[in-house]
């Protein structure tokens, strides 16, 4: 008999539950795992990701709880509607049944009931939703910040090329007009047959949620790239790959840990202040930006650029004769060691990458909890480093067997 972690346990539930789970239940956990895939893009290094919301906007930007239709929002370089680049609205549908099944344009214009509401079931459809979105953003904020909007549908169902080609059509039309010049007659008029079909389709649908200049606008703001996404098998491993490459050793409980930050959110009641990279690094046991950066460098500024260092060329060679091996280079006191590994860049071929690890750290490494010469905080210091130069993963915890430390 195998003794099992609880984080193991509950991982574990969640799968049983996966692989009997009912349509519904299936849809839920595809949005949980693929929200939780967002979550770990806003601790990407360099990421302009702020916020990633849950069943509508921000409260900030969404008080009555009224964007029903968006399942998951991103605010991209900043926190709510008016400071943001870029927000992304995502409609998430998923399908156990017929996972292959492309979504033409009579699929996404198809009536659809709803429990319980059947005065709508007629006026219901997949295209609709983000119409209805892109309605009340206009009404709410206004055309300012709607043009700052993106509308996607995800769905681990393909979309038709067809339907692509003719969204892509039409809005390439859209975006090569003033706004003002928009209607829907014009647009209809400037598309091939096969593609103004579809468009016509999409418009009746659509309906009187949107007028004429509206419709236009809003099909460049919709997205169809998402359509044919990973399964929420595929996504779950791929939260649980990026866990492990974050926190070494602690794959599976960082993995529980971002599902039970996400399902949280998602839970009625929750406030929907929507989730920074703070929450996710506190979640995945972090309590601030310092603890991914333990040892910065305290080498003293320069007022003028040094004198060329010889040394800097020698050891450059030596590195470039010996790749992948150590190599250790040593002076007496003032002879001008930091001068020279800081011109070492120099003399390395283009796209090289040099960081210096400040052990010494000016004799604060002496300090008590500024123990900057121990193998985990130079891992964690110099990996986080070239993750920001480089684009590759931040390392959250560090490894805790001195053989994963010199691989990390």
């Not at 121990?374 to 070239?386: A, G, S, Y």
Request: glycine share 8%; charged share 25%.
């Amino acid at each position: 008999m195998v003794a099992r972690s609880a984080s193991e346990r509950r991982i574990s539930e969640v799968e049983a539950r996966q692989v009997g789970a009912s349509e519904s239940n299936a849809g839920d956990d595809f949005h949980i795992w693929w929200a939780a895939s967002r979550a770990l893009k806003l601790i990407e290094p360099g990421a302009r990701l702020r916020l990633v919301a849950l069943e509508g906007l921000a409260t900030v930007d969404d008080p009555d709880e009224s964007y029903e239709t968006v399942d998951v929002s991103e605010y991209i370089g900043g926190y709510r509607i008016t400071t943001a680049d870029t927000v992304i609205l995502s409609r998430l549908k998923y399908s156990t049944k017929h996972p292959n099944t492309p979504w033409t344009a009579a699929r996404l214009c198809k009536p659809r009931k709803r429990p319980r509401d059947d005065q709508l079931a007629t006026s219901r459809t997949v295209i609709a939703d983000p119409a209805t979105a892109y309605r009340r953003v206009l009404d709410d904020h206004g055309s300012d910040e709607v043009a700052k909007v993106r509308l996607a549908l995800v769905s681990n169902q393909p979309a038709d090329q067809l339907l692509v080609d003719a969204v892509e059509a039409a809005a390439a039309w859209a975006r090569s007009r003033d706004r003002r010049d928009l209607r829907r007659d014009g647009l209809l008029r400037a598309l091939r047959t096969e593609h103004r079909d579809i468009v016509d389709t999409l418009a009746r649908a659509v309906g009187s949620r949107l007028r004429s200049t509206e419709f236009c606008d809003f099909l460049a703001r919709l997205d169809l790239s998402m359509e044919g996404a990973l399964g929420r098998e595929a996504f779950a491993r791929a939260v649980r790959a990026g866990a492990a490459e974050l926190t070494p050793g602690r794959g599976l409980d960082s993995t529980q840990r971002l599902f039970d930050l996400v399902y949280g959110e998602a839970l009625p009641g929750r406030g929907r202040g929507g989730l920074r990279a703070e929450d996710v690094l506190a979640q995945l046991g972090v309590a601030e930006v310092f603890d991914l950066y333990p040892a910065p460098p305290r080498l003293a500024d320069l007022s003028r650029p040094p004198l060329p260092a010889p040394g800097a060329r020698v050891i450059a060679d030596a590195v470039q004769a010996h790749r992948g091996k150590l190599v250790v280079a040593h002076g007496p006191a003032g002879a001008g060691k930091t001068t020279a590994l800081r011109q070492v860049g120099d003399h390395l071929p283009a796209g090289s990458v040099v960081v210096l690890f400040d052990c010494y750290g000016g004799g604060d490494y002496l300090n008590a909890g500024d123990e900057r010469h121990t193998p985990d905080r130079f891992v964690v210091q110099v990996v986080n480093e070239l993750a920001q130069r480089c684009g590759t993963s931040l390392l959250v915890q560090a490894p805790t067997r001195e053989p994963d430390q010199r691989t990390a």
